[in-house]
């Protein structure tokens, strides 16, 4: 399996995609040019303020957006909360490893990251953003409320897409913790998902504890692993 970082030059030249496409096969859905471009162009019909484009993260936009922005601080949706809700069978897991990704569900709140676009880059930074989110099309992008500290600004994110095939819903504790501590891909390890994450919300001062239990628990299952693999290795000649 290859490896590759998701950077903004791997998702233009075209690499996440073809990355995509050699796990799930050719007969995978993707998003065409045609699709992309006119969903962009409806999202930004619908703009409360056409000048000030915001983007809401929430999980690797907050620490790999890999998109050009101009103005970056934290901020909180109200009506959504963070959730490993989708299976990653490329990216940071594979068929063979599948991983968790997150998404946001209706209801509770989110801290995050919002990012402003400069008007001259709207067009070429969403289109990036859609490249990078929308692909399978496993999210839907929706206008949020986000409150950041000089007020609220309407945001784009990535909300969960709930009719899509890879959507699992609300997976026990357990479960969601090893498919994090067992998932892997060409990005690499999904466990490191979780981590940037968790890391990055405390860089942010947010404490997430639905997240931080969960660390506990992945990293657990990490060292059990590593422990086990330690204990073959002596006895296997």
Not at 94 to 112: A, F, K, T
Request: a neutral charge; glycine letters at 8%; proline letters at 5%.
């Amino acid at each position: 399996m290859s490896r590759y970082k998701l950077t903004r030059e791997s998702i233009l030249d075209g690499t996440l995609r073809a990355s995509s496409l050699a796990l799930l096969g050719p007969s995978a859905r993707y998003m065409s040019d045609e699709e992309r471009s006119s969903q962009i162009e409806r999202m930004l019909a619908q703009a409360p303020d056409p000048d000030r484009i915001w983007v809401f993260g929430y999980g690797s936009l907050m620490w790999n957006p890999a998109f050009h922005f101009a103005e970056r601080c934290t901020a909180r949706v109200h009506g959504y909360h963070r959730q490993f809700c989708l299976w990653a069978r490329v990216g940071r897991g594979s068929p063979d490893r599948p991983g968790l990704m997150l998404g946001i569900e209706p209801g509770g709140s989110c801290h995050g990251v919002a990012y402003r676009i400069a008007p001259e880059l709207v067009l070429s930074e969403l289109d990036v953003l859609w490249r990078r989110e929308m692909g399978s099309m496993s999210y839907r992008p929706v206008w949020i409320a986000a409150r950041t500290p000089h007020g609220i600004e309407h945001a784009i994110t990535f909300a969960v897409n709930r009719s899509h095939e890879r959507y699992i819903g609300d997976l026990d504790l357990t479960s969601t913790a090893r498919y994090l501590a067992n998932g892997a891909g060409p990005l690499g390890q999904c466990c490191d998902y979780l981590f940037e994450t968790v890391a990055h919300l405390r860089e942010l001062g947010v404490r997430d504890r639905h997240l931080e239990v969960l660390e506990a628990h992945v990293r657990a299952h990490c060292t059990q692993a590593l422990g086990v693999a330690a204990t073959l290795e002596r006895v296997v000649p």
